[in-house]
């Protein structure tokens, strides 16, 4: 029993001691996991002590007991690599970060692992899964909590991952189950260190997980004694590494213990049992030192295990006392189970008790800053090399970081240099030193880690991956931010993947970066990258008055919340928002807008902004930018550096001191200098010969380029884009390289793009590395677009010309650069070695000594350059016997002043005696050394030496190493210059392979000095003779051309004359170039340059130019531009007419070009048809400017000698279109436009005027006067010649004053409105007649005379009276007044309106007759009414009404009062069946209101035809008794009936108060609302109609459906009908947001069929068999649509898209459905055809067999039907289905047939059921 409560003590009697014990104990447990490592320490403390006590005897002993297979000792001592790194590794380390999720563990050797959240324990992953599953379970510690920086712990490698850029990712884990795998219950004993971690919390303590099965480990709580340390309990989870005190029941049961005392007598013995299977890191040993070597020691411990030292782990000071032979203390720092390779550390850190590891250095976070002037102290080739920075702080590069990833390694000469320049990457706390790298493209990288990026920075970055909430950005490789989905574009993108695609180069900025959780956002807005107002990056920036860009975050009811940067945000309040009113913000704004705000209040203290978006707008911001020093592009300049930065130098111009920027490819020509000059460049230093290339708002760009500053000296430059043109040649650099192609920048800003195609010569497979980024190049103009303002140019050698000797310029540029930056470095340094090198030239001899003699060459040692390196190649010693000490002379090829390295040759024909060299003559040249841009040659056995370009041409692009030139290869020289004082006395050459690869230009060579120059004066034979051109073959036997304009004096040119005839085939010829034209196309080249050479001479004949004392300029085509001024005569040539534009090309000069129109070109429309006829190519014509500009360029002429319209004068026009509202519409010359009034077409007016005139006719027409824009114009004779017209007819009413009271005068009908009629006097001058002057007939309303009164009908009419002041003239078109038949026929039955007596007359006798009328008659006219009506309810609508069907009646007038009978109502219905727009579907009689209650007859005499009462004068009679009683009865009766009325639904409502009352009922009803819309239809209120509309569509409920698509189409309909192509757009557009698409397409496509819109039709239906592709009903209406409009074959193609767009099922139905619409509507027989292949493939479809018996039956022949019905009864189908067809084949012989033929299907029926048998018979 005692046993076992030893074993589980779970309370009961226990000692006073032990109780105190837990105390104790506890309390240190507490501290081991505070911030100190106080634990950790005394462990190694009393391991040490432990050390000293191990005695000697047990080697031996262990060593014959166990008898183990012993490591073998490392080869050559390195560091940990992580190639080195496996699965299974055990390895000590030291926290460097807590996250909630990872902990980030520094390893040995500057390695980097992840511990992750789940693999820490089982324990602690079980909890955190009871976590996830229930919320109800205890909270579980996070990893801040039991883990912190600088914590010690082993661990294993659990895993190795391959990180997206393939590295490897070291996943590590601390589960005890893998760090103590190797151990066992068996194994344990009393005194080992173990790691464990807690598994749960007890009464009295803790139980441990230690990772061996079968084993329970506990840990007491046991008081301590160390009063710093806190009582916190040990949580779940929590990491240990405990010692062993006691082991129990053969290790099922162990105690652990933390105390200080145990631990420090903790170490490792040899009796623990400890082997090269289960040895642990962080273990302490006394080791014996085996081996020391430079790299590092070897070590034996427990007797015979090795184990190994690196440098890194050595301790620095005590490098004197590691000796052989000599006792160390050690640490296990990693051990490699299956290679058994055990690295240990002598660090005091690790090994001296009381020490703590730092996880961050004591100088403070230095990672990621680029520290100069280190010294290497030490180089271990296959680790790495120790730096010594400033202040003797050490840091380690590892090897792969000694070079580029790409380079081959070379630690010589690394090691060789004395100064280097490094970048600290990280801290290794394991290793307590700074690693750094000597990567140039790390050390220049911008961005190493987040601190580097700073908020509102614009920043360069590549496109990662697209996520649903935004996209992620690489700005290098460990850095990457978020571009908000919001933040992708100045507007919202619906599809950003179609703009940004992965590996895309974006340009972004910083909107804020959180450096601690590694959180950066970015933003692509252009509006807020673009901006120059200052930015809000806190608070303190933002005071009263200051304007900046932000972005709508949120809108709110009170205004929009606007942020800035780092989450500075501000409200722009509903007043400021604008100057207009706004009252709902969400309308106007949209979140992630762009906005440009001012602020009004700010309190930096409360973090609290008041924005405008008024005042910014409004007002100027607080702080002007600052005023730009003006400074001009082209300007030369000095500059000091102020700044030095990645992209180039920040310099002041002097002495203004106003910054600019010079970028570092600006330097130098040659990119090989651009860098080194940036590096020799400080602070401070003045720089000459700058140029201003290009300036904005924000900046000012320089350059030293020497091309570049050429061109803008010599005026080779485009100012603007409007100055560029095709051919043009320009000086630029490349700016960036894309993969399609390469853009080049251009001085003043302008970029260019250059394709792929158009780079150069040869195929090249990737355009991103042909040229070097700024890249010097001569760019060629290929292409312009003018809309968009891009331009395309061409690099190609073979297609530009480079200026004469360009090659050698550029070459004395690069060297006198050169010279100039050796001379720099040896001044700034003031160092003899350096000064002595930059004195040294190229073939200058030397005096040397032979130091080493080696197979790859030689290196030499001189008394005068000490410290130098002194090298010749095998190449330059062959053939010399060269022995050590020997004393030579050598000829130097290079001095390296950076590296301080010479060049240098011993060969024979070097040495030599140098030959003298004469201009022109021509060598073999070798290339003895090459370096970058530049290579030293030597010229044959002459002994010259001199220094040549790498490449000839600009433009050349970077070559393959196959192709680039190199040591011992062999050149063609000729020598320009024997002697060139600008290259240090050495002779100017050119050159060029010797075996070309191809035949190289020379243009491309610069070697000769073929071409022709601007000004030379050339000989020559003319070779052919054109009408606009003459070819010359010039004496040198190259090729001349002579512009027509340019073979006589223009004075001598006479008109219809040809220059060019005047020169014979075969005649000799002297003339002048004035320019070339390209090889290619034979395009005038519109630049003139001296110093540009051409291959085609441009050249002229003029006598006065041949003269070479009179001063010859060039002449751009702009300047020729500027000096034709409008209305001047010139002289042109006609070079082409152009028959599809009708127009012709004439040249002025041979890079002028100008165009005439056809209207501009003839006087006469005869000539229209071939105006070529009157101008042959070649002839000279005189012509009047009518429009000049050079930007964009445009040159206008006339042949008309007329350049501008004036009013009076007569012109040519054309008619472009035919309208009877207005008359004709007329383009006259020189871009105007005109109108001619129906009233101005002749002089004598004829009915249907515009009948006679089409478009594109050509008439003369009279200029009237120029108003709004456009010309009045005239086509009557007495205009146009008015000598020779006779008298008009019809004259001009040119004013009001023209007309008289009485006149009587013809005109033509504008329009019929409710107001009259209105006639057209003139095109200015408009009369009315009022319906009563218009017709003797009474009409009701104005239709009647709008059908028979078309517009333009010629009526005359009477004038009845003039209002000037109010310009209204009063006309009357009465018979009686016009002496005329009346405008209305007498066909139409119409009244005649009556006036004076007779409409008294009439009117008294109307009382009488209805008085008189019996009761009788009104009964029979009160039932014929009725009837009329129901007649009338049946007809239906028109296909040309307005689509909604109205149901109304037109008030009745008096005549049909006076005769209630049938008659009456046929007039009726006679007077409404005219030109109505809505046809009228019923009448029925609502005049009796509820208010009268008079009789029927009473109420008849109410109103009299003309709305006069005229009741007044006649007395009332007295009534007898019975008439009163009849009265009672007749308004009982009548007053029943109108209760009838107003129940029956079927009858119409006549006023809008009634359809108010009946929707009330029937809100939903859109047949009611139809009605209504058709009652303001009928009386033409349109806008009325839309309202009710409108309001249906609001009242109907959401439900009903149907109803509400009812309303749209009616909708649609009125818009269709007196609508607009746009509203009836909108409200289409509308109607489908509310209905569902496919119906209202549908309608819509019908309403347009009817209404003969056919091509509308046709377009929505090609939309709709897009949109709706899966819907067959849409194939099938489409189909009916096409084939009513006669389109068979359109409709055979859409039956072929419709089978592929619909699913195979619905095939046959559709092919089935096409058939019947080809019998209905189309062919029958294509019908049949189908019906006939799909049958064959689908025999038992009896639906379509059904089908096709119908179609046959009423399209087909008998013949047709009864072969029809033979192969039907004949099917292999079911019975019953048989039997059906019988029935049917009976049924049609019965009704079609005769006996015999209905004998014969009977006998066919029995002879069927005979075959069948019983089956047939049941």
């Not at 919001?486 to 910083?510: A, Q, W, Y």
Request: a positive charge; aromatic letters at 6%.
């Amino acid at each position: 029993m005692a046993s076992v409560e030893e074993d589980f003590p779970r309370g009961g009697t226990a000692k006073k001691s032990t109780e105190s014990k837990i105390v104790v104990q506890r309390a240190e447990v507490d501290n081991l996991f505070q911030s100190n490592e106080k634990a950790e320490t005394k462990k190694r403390k009393g391991a040490v002590k432990d050390d000293g006590k191990t005695p000697k005897k047990f080697k031996t002993d262990i060593g014959k007991k166990d008898g183990l297979t012993l490591n073998k000792a490392v080869k050559c001592v390195e560091i940990l690599h992580i190639k080195n790194v496996k699965e299974g590794m055990l390895m000590l380390g030291c926290v460097k970060e807590v996250t909630d999720f990872e902990v980030t563990v520094g390893l040995p050797c500057g390695l980097q692992g992840f511990l992750s959240i789940n693999y820490i324990c089982d324990s602690y992953a079980k909890l955190l899964s009871e976590q996830l599953d229930s919320a109800d379970t205890e909270e579980i510690c996070s990893l801040p909590h039991l883990f912190y920086p600088g914590m010690v712990i082993r661990c294993v490698v659990a895993r190795l991952d391959i990180a997206k850029g393939g590295s490897l990712s070291i996943q590590l884990s601390i589960n005890p189950k893998l760090v103590n795998k190797a151990h066992s219950s068996s194994s344990l004993k009393a005194g080992m260190v173990l790691s464990g971690c807690v598994e749960s919390v007890e009464d009295h303590g803790y139980i441990v997980d230690i990772g061996i099965s079968g084993t329970k480990a506990f840990l007491p709580k046991k008081p301590l004694t160390d009063i710093h340390s806190s009582s916190e309990e040990l949580k779940v989870g929590q990491y240990l590494t405990p010692h062993v005190e006691e082991v129990k029941n053969e290790g099922r049961v162990v105690r652990l213990s933390v105390s200080p005392l145990s631990i420090a007598q903790a170490c490792i013995d040899p009796a623990q049992g400890w082997n090269l299977t289960n040895l642990l890191p962080g273990l302490l040993v006394k080791a014996t030192i085996k081996k020391v070597t430079k790299h590092g020691l070897l070590l034996d411990f427990l007797s015979s295990f090795s184990g190994h030292v690196d440098f890194l782990h050595m301790e620095p000071y005590k490098a004197s006392s590691y000796v052989e032979g000599a006792e160390v203390h050690a640490c296990v720092l990693y051990v490699e189970p299956s290679t058994r390779l055990i690295g240990l550390s002598l660090r005091s850190y690790l090994v001296q008790p009381g020490a703590v590891v730092e996880h961050s250095p004591a100088g403070g976070d230095r990672i990621g800053e680029v520290v100069k002037d280190c010294k290497m102290t030490s180089m271990h080739f296959t680790s790495g090399a120790v730096l010594e920075l400033p202040g003797k702080t050490l840091a380690f590069v590892h090897r792969n970081h000694l070079k580029e990833s790409n380079a081959p390694a070379n630690e010589n000469r690394v090691m060789a240099m004395s100064e280097h320049t490094c970048r600290i990457l990280d801290f290794s706390p394991m290793d307590q030193i700074h690693f750094a790298s000597l990567r140039g493209s790390v050390i220049t990288r911008p961005f190493f880690r987040y601190h580097d990026i700073k908020v509102g920075q614009v920043v360069e970055g590549t496109v990662s991956v697209l996520l649903n909430h935004g996209m992620m950005v690489h700005l290098s490789d460990h850095i990457k931010g978020l571009v908000p989905r919001t933040h992708l574009s100045d507007i919202l993108l619906k599809n950003p993947e179609k703009k940004f695609t992965e590996g895309m180069k974006i340009k972004c900025r910083v909107l804020s970066v959180d450096v601690e959780t590694k959180k950066l956002y970015l933003t692509r807005k252009k509006a807020l990258i673009d901006s120059s107002l200052p930015l809000f990056l806190s608070y303190e920036d933002t005071r009263p008055g200051r304007v900046s860009h932000g972005y709508i975050v949120c809108i709110k009811d009170f205004g929009c919340i606007v942020r800035f940067y780092n989450n500075v945000k501000g409200l722009v309040p509903l007043r400021e928002l604008s100057s207009e009113p706004i009252t709902s913000p969400e309308e106007i704004f949209y979140v992630g807008q762009v906005v440009k705000t001012k602020v009004l209040q700010c309190d930096p203290d409360k973090a609290k902004m008041v924005l405008s978006f008024k005042a910014a707008v409004e007002g100027d911001t607080e702080e002007a930018a600052k005023p730009q020093i003006d400074c001009e592009v082209g300007q030369r300049m000095e500059a000091r550096v102020v700044k030095k930065s990645l992209k180039g130098l920040e310099v002041a111009i002097l002495p203004d001191e106003f910054r600019a920027l010079l970028p570092t490819m600006h330097l130098s020509d040659h990119m090989s200098i651009c860098p080194l000059l940036w590096e020799t460049l400080k602070e401070g230093d003045s720089i000459s010969n700058l140029v201003c290339c290009s300036k904005n708002k924000q900046n000012i760009t320089v350059t030293k380029k020497p091309t570049v500053k050429w061109s803008l000296e010599e005026g080779v430059v485009a100012k603007d884009f409007s100055e560029i043109t095709v051919g043009m040649q320009l000086i630029g650099w490349i700016k960036n390289m894309m993969s399609y192609g390469v853009f080049v920048e251009f001085p003043y800003g302008l970029v260019g793009l250059s394709p792929k195609s158009a780079m150069t010569d040869k195929f090249i497979s990737d355009a991103t590395t042909a040229f070097q980024m700024g890249q010097t190049v001569i760019a060629k103009v290929t292409n312009l677009d003018e809309e968009k303002q891009r331009f395309l140019v061409t690099l190609k050698i073979s297609e530009v010309m480079s200026p004469e000797g360009s090659a050698q310029t550029r070459l004395i540029n690069g060297l006198q650069e050169r010279k100039t930056l050796t001379d720099m470095l040896a001044t700034r340094d003031n160092s003899d070695l350096r000064q002595q090198l930059a004195a040294l030239s190229v073939g200058e001899k030397l005096k040397l000594t032979v130091d080493t003699v080696a197979a790859s060459g030689a290196t030499f040692k001189s008394d005068n350059l000490i410290g130098a390196s002194v090298t010749a190649t095998k190449y330059q010693v062959m053939g010399v016997n060269l022995t050590q000490g020997q004393k030579v002379t050598a000829v130097v090829l290079h001095a390296d002043i950076l590296s301080s390295c010479v060049h240098v040759s011993v060969l024979p024909k070097l040495v030599a005696k140098k030959k003298s060299l004469t201009e022109g003559s021509k060598y073999t040249g070798m290339v003895q050394h090459v370096d970058k841009d530049f290579a030293a040659i030597s010229l044959d056995d002459t002994a010259q030496m001199t220094v040549i370009q790498t490449t000839s041409h600009l433009n050349e692009i970077c070559r393959s190493e196959s192709e680039k030139l190199r040591a011992g290869m062999s050149l063609a020289v000729e020598v320009i210059e024997p002697s060139c004082q600008e290259i240090q006395g050495l002779p100017l050459v050119a050159w060029t392979r010797s075996v070309p690869n191809r035949q190289r230009a020379a243009s491309e060579t610069q070697s000769g000095t073929k071409g022709y120059r601007f000004g030379d004066i050339v000989k020559g034979k003319v070779k052919t003779v054109k009408p606009t051109s003459i070819q010359v073959t010039l004496d040198d036997g190259g090729t001349g051309s002579v512009h027509v304009s340019e073979v006589l004096e223009l004075s001598a040119v006479l008109q219809g004359t040809f220059p060019t005839s005047s020169v014979k085939v075969g005649s000799a010829v002297t003339a002048r170039v004035i320019g070339g034209r390209e090889a290619n196309s034979h395009r005038f080249l519109p630049f003139s340059h001296p110093k540009y050479a051409y291959t085609i001479a441009e050249l002229t004949l003029v006598p006065s130019k041949l003269d070479k004392k009179k001063d010859f300029k060039p002449h751009t085509a702009k300047e020729r531009l500027q000096s034709y001024k409008v209305g001047k005569e010139i002289a042109c040539f006609v070079s082409k007419f152009h028959p599809e534009k009708k127009s012709l090309e004439v040249t002025t000069d041979p890079g002028v070009t100008g165009t005439v129109e056809l209207l501009a070109m003839i006087t006469d429309p005869k000539d229209a048809g071939h105006p070529e006829k009157l101008y042959k190519l070649g002839s000279a014509v005189l012509a009047k400017v009518v429009e000049v500009s050079s930007s964009p360029q445009r040159f206008v002429l006339s042949l008309t000698g007329v350049h501008k319209l004036e009013e009076g004068s007569v012109t040519l026009g054309m008619v472009t279109s035919v309208q009877p509202q207005v008359g004709l519409h007329v383009k006259l010359p020189f871009g105007s436009t005109g109108i001619v009034s129906v009233t101005d077409l002749a002089d004598a007016y004829k009915p249907n005027p515009l009948d006679r005139f089409s478009k594109d006719q050509l008439h003369r027409f009279s200029l009237l006067s120029y108003e709004n824009g456009r010309w009045l114009l005239s086509l009557r004779p007495s205009r146009l010649n008015s000598e020779q017209a006779k008298p008009a007819k019809d004259p001009e009413v040119l004013s009001l004053d023209n007309l008289q009271e009485g006149q009587i005068i013809r005109g033509y009908v504008k329009s019929v409105g409710e107001q009259g009629v209105f006639i057209r006097l003139s095109g200015s001058i408009t009369g009315r007649a009022q319906l009563q002057q218009s017709t003797t007939y009474f009409v009701k309303n104005h239709e009647v005379l709008s059908k028979h009164l078309p517009p333009n009908t010629l009526l005359t009419v009477k004038i009845l009276s003039i209002d000037k002041e109010e310009e209204l003239v009063n006309l009357s078109l009465l018979p009686v007044d016009t002496g005329k038949p009346d405008v209305l026929p007498e066909s139409l039955g119409l009244p005649l309106r009556l006036v004076g007596e007779e409409k008294k007359k009439h009117d008294l006798l109307k009382k009488k007759t209805k008085r008189a009328l019996s009761e009788s008659e009104k009964k029979q006219a009160e039932a014929e009414v009725p009837k009329k009506k129901k007649k009338n309810k049946k007809g239906k609508t028109d296909d040309s009404d307005s689509g909604v069907e109205v149901y109304f009646r037109e008030e009745e007038d008096k005549e049909d009062e006076e005769n209630p009978k049938s008659d009456s109502v046929k007039q009726v219905t006679q007077s409404s069946a005219g030109p109505t727009r809505l046809q009228v579907a019923a009448g029925f009689s609502w005049d009796v209101g509820l208010s009268s209650l008079k009789p029927a007859s009473a109420v008849q005499e109410g109103d009299s035809s003309d709305g006069e009462d005229q009741e007044g004068s006649v007395k009332p009679q007295k009534k007898s008794r019975h008439e009163l009683e009849q009265e009672k009865k007749a308004a009982e009766k009548a007053l029943v009936q109108r209760e009838v009325e107003l129940m029956d639904p079927s009858l119409r409502p006549q006023d809008a108060a009634a359809f108010e009352r009946l929707l009330l009922a029937s809100p939903n009803s859109s047949l009611l609302w139809l009605q209504y819309m058709a009652h303001h239809l009928q009386a033409t209120q349109i806008e009325q109609a839309r309202a009710v509309a409108e309001r249906a569509l609001k009242t109907i409920s959401f439900r009903e459906e149907q109803e509400k698509l009812n309303v749209w189409v009616a909708l649609l309909n009125l818009e269709n009908m007196y609508g607009t192509e746009e509203s009836l757009k909108k409200v289409f557009e509308r109607a489908l947001q509310f209905c569902e698409p496919m119906p209202v397409y549908q309608q819509l496509a019908d309403i347009y069929a009817k209404s003969d819109k056919i091509k509308e039709a046709e377009s929505l239906y090609k939309t709709m068999v897009k949109r709706f592709r899966q819907n067959k009903a849409v194939w099938l209406s489409y189909g009916t649509f096409l084939l009513q409009q006669g389109q068979s074959e359109a409709a055979n193609a859409l039956l072929q898209r419709a089978l592929k767009s619909l699913p195979s099922k619905e095939s046959v139905d559709v092919i089935a459905k096409f058939a019947q619409l080809e019998f209905r509507y189309g062919d029958a027989e294509k019908g049949r055809t189908m019906f006939d292949k799909v049958l064959t493939s689908y025999p038992k479809r009896t639906d379509l067999w059904s089908v096709f018996i119908d179609l046959m039956v009423k399209h087909g022949t008998q013949k047709d039907v009864r072969a029809l019905f033979d192969r039907v009864i004949h099917l292999s189908v079911a019975v019953k289905k048989i039997k059906f067809f019988f029935k049917r084949y009976l049924e049609y012989e019965k009704k079609h047939g005769t006996p015999q033929s209905i004998q014969a299907v009977k006998e066919k029926a029995m002879e069927f059921v005979e075959a069948r048998g019983t089956e047939a018979a049941s």
